[in-house]
C-alpha cells in the first residue's frame, strides 16, 4: 500500500515498501511556470537528505529540487529529456522525477503528509 | 516594500503571478503561462504594463543643449516627433542607463528610462539643469506596451492617427497622452504613456479585443533576448562603456571622438584604443538553458582559457531552444565559432550565433 507525503520544499514522496517515486508538486510547478529543462541526476548517485540532486529549469530561472530523505538514485524520468513540460502538466503523475531506495524509512515521520502540505499551501 | 503599479488590481484580477523588479510588484506571468504569453506576443498582440519604467520631461529654451550635455547625440538636430535610442554616460564613459529621448516639441524632450534607475538618472538630470535654461520634471504615468503583428490594427480602433507612425516615431494626443511606435520584443508596436485616470479604461478598452492578452515580465525577457536586445542592469552597467557594449551604433560618428557631452573624453579614448571584448549571440547546443553570469570557456578542458562571460540568458520559446548573449574576446566572436559555458560546473557547448535570433519585424512604412 503507497503512501504519499510532502516537503516543506514542495516535493512529493510516493513510498511503496522501501523504495520511493519523488517528484515537485503541482503547486511547485505553478510557480515555476513552463519547464524547458530538467538535470536529472545519474542511477545509482547516493543522496543525503537537504542535498540538490534536480535542477528544473524554467523559461525564466534554475531551480534545485532537494533529496526528501536519504537515500540511492534508482532510476530517473527519461521522458522529461524530450519532454519537461510533462512536469506542468501532470506534476504529481507522469511528470514524475526519480526512483529512490530509502536508506531509513523512519526519516519518512518527519515529513508532512497530505492535509499539512495542503494547509502550507494554503 | 515594493510599491504597487497602478493598475495592480487589474493584474490582480487577471490572475498575474508578482515578483519585485525595479521597486515594484510585477506581473511575472499570467495564467496563459510565459511559454504562451511570448509566442502570442509574436503572432498577436501582447499588453505589458510597463509602468516600473520612469518619464522625466526636459523643457525650456535650453533644453535641447541640456539633453547634448547628458547624452552623446546632436538634440539640437533631432526632429520634432522622433525617438531616439541613447544613454548617459558618467566622466569615466560607463553608462548611468540607457534610454529613449523623444522631441515633443522645439522646447520639450520626453525620457523614458529604466524603472530600476529612475531615481538616479532623475537626480543626474536635475543636477545638470542647473548649468541651463531648462526645467527637468518627473511625469507619472501609466506606461502600457502593446506588442505583436496586430498591434497597429488594434490600437488603429482606440487611436485612428496611431497608424500614421512609424518606427520610433512619436506623437502626443490631445489628452496628453503619450505614443510611440516602439518596444522592447522585435515585433510591431506601441509604447504608450497615459495619465493614470484614464488608463485602467484604456487598458479594458484593449483587452476587449480578443487578438490582446496580458503579457508578463517573464515573457517580455525571453522576447528581448531573442531580438537582440540589451536589458540595462544585465548586459551593461556603469562599468560597462558603450563600445564594450556593442551600443557605439547610437552615437553619431563626429561624436566619437570628442564633444561636449558627459563621458566624451574617456569615450574617445576607449573608442581609440578598442576594447578586449565583443558582445556576441550565444546557442547552446544543448537542452539546458545558459544563463546571466555564466563563464565562458575556449574549450572543454578545465585548463582552457576563460574567454568571455554569459550577460543574459534563458529559453527562447520561439526559436524553440536556449538562447543567450554574452561578451567574448575579439578573436572568438566569428558565428559558427563553438566555445563552452560552465553550468553548475559542466562545460556546455554554445556555438556563437549572430544577434537577433528572430528577425526584426519593425514598422518602416509602406
Known amino acids: 500500500m503507497a503512501s504519499t507525503f510532502y516537503t516543506e520544499d514542495h516535493e512529493w514522496v510516493r513510498v511503496d515498501g522501501n523504495e520511493a517515486v519523488v517528484g515537485i508538486t503541482n ?4 510557480q515555476l511556470g513552463d519547464l524547458v529543462f ?12 537537504g542535498e540538490a540532486m534536480i535542477v528544473v529549469e524554467s523559461v525564466k530561472a534554475a531551480s534545485d529540487v532537494y533529496a526528501p530523505v536519504d537515500g540511492e538514485i534508482l532510476a530517473v524520468n527519461d521522458a522529461l529529456e524530450g519532454s519537461p513540460g510533462l512536469v506542468n502538466e501532470a506534476a504529481e503523475g507522469d511528470g514524475w522525477l526519480v526512483r529512490m531506495k530509502l536508506d531509513d524509512a523512519t526519516q519518512l515521520e518527519t515529513l508532512l503528509d497530505e492535509a499539512a502540505y495542503a494547509a ?3 | 516594500m515594493a510599491k504597487q503599479l497602478p493598475l495592480n ?3 490582480v484580477a487577471a490572475g498575474a503571478r508578482f515578483g519585485a523588479f525595479a521597486g515594484y510588484d510585477m506581473p511575472i506571468t499570467y495564467p496563459l503561462g510565459v511559454m504562451k504569453e511570448h509566442l502570442h506576443t509574436r503572432a498577436e498582440a501582447g499588453l505589458f504594463d510597463i509602468s516600473h519604467m520612469s518619464h522625466i520631461e526636459i523643457t525650456g529654451p535650453e533644453s535641447p543643449d541640456l539633453v ?3 547624452c552623446p547625440y546632436h538634440a539640437v538636430q533631432q526632429q520634432q516627433g522622433t525617438g531616439r535610442y541613447t544613454y548617459m554616460l558618467n566622466q569615466q564613459g560607463g553608462m548611468i542607463d540607457d534610454l529613449i529621448v523623444s522631441r515633443l516639441g522645439p522646447e520639450r524632450f520626453l525620457v523614458v528610462a529604466n524603472g530600476a534607475c529612475a531615481d538616479k538618472d532623475l ?4 543636477a545638470l539643469a542647473g548649468d541651463f535654461n531648462a526645467r527637468v520634471q518627473h511625469i507619472p504615468r501609466v ?3 502593446l506588442q505583436g503583428p496586430k498591434s497597429a490594427m488594434v490600437l488603429a480602433r482606440l487611436i485612428p492617427a496611431s497608424g500614421g507612425l512609424t518606427f520610433m516615431q512619436v506623437m502626443e494626443l490631445d489628452d496628453g497622452t503619450f505614443l510611440s511606435r516602439s518596444g522592447y520584443t522585435g515585433e510591431d508596436g506601441f509604447e504608450i504613456g497615459l495619465s493614470p485616470e484614464i488608463a485602467e479604461d484604456f487598458a479594458k478598452a484593449l483587452l476587449q479585443d480578443p487578438h490582446v492578452e496580458w503579457i508578463g515580465l517573464g515573457a517580455r525577457d525571453s522576447l528581448r533576448i531573442e531580438a537582440g536586445l540589451p536589458l540595462y542592469g544585465q548586459d551593461m552597467d556603469e562599468k560597462t562603456d558603450p563600445v564594450l557594449a556593442g551600443l557605439l551604433w547610437a552615437i553619431p560618428k563626429e561624436l566619437r571622438g570628442g564633444g561636449d557631452y558627459i563621458g566624451a573624453s574617456a569615450l574617445a579614448e576607449i573608442a581609440t584604443r578598442g576594447v578586449s571584448h565583443k558582445p556576441v549571440g550565444l546557442k547552446p547546443d544543448g537542452k539546458a538553458p545558459v544563463r546571466g553570469g555564466a563563464l ?3 574549450g572543454e578542458a578545465p585548463d582552457s582559457p576563460q574567454i568571455g562571460i554569459v550577460t543574459s540568458g534563458g529559453f527562447g520559446p520561439s526559436c524553440g531552444h536556449p538562447v543567450a548573449m554574452g561578451r567574448v574576446i575579439q578573436s572568438a566572436t566569428l558565428a559558427g565559432n563553438q566555445i563552452y559555458a560552465d553550468v553548475r560546473g559542466r562545460r556546455l557547448a554554445c556555438t556563437i550565433h549572430k544577434l537577433p535570433f528572430v528577425p526584426r519585424n519593425y514598422y518602416r512604412g509602406d
Do not use: C
Not at chain 1, 530538467?38 to 537528505?49: D, I, N, T, Y
Open chain 1, 27 to 30: 503547486h511547485a510547478q505553478e
Open chain 1, 38 to 49: 530538467v538535470e536529472l541526476p545519474e542511477a545509482g548517485r547516493k543522496v543525503a537528505r
Open chain 1, 120 to 122: 502550507l499551501v494554503g
Open chain 2, 9 to 11: 488590481a487589474m493584474h
Open chain 2, 68 to 70: 547634448s550635455r547628458a
Open chain 2, 123 to 126: 537626480a543626474h538630470l536635475v
Open chain 2, 143 to 145: 506606461f502600457l506596451a
Open chain 2, 296 to 298: 565562458l570557456f575556449a
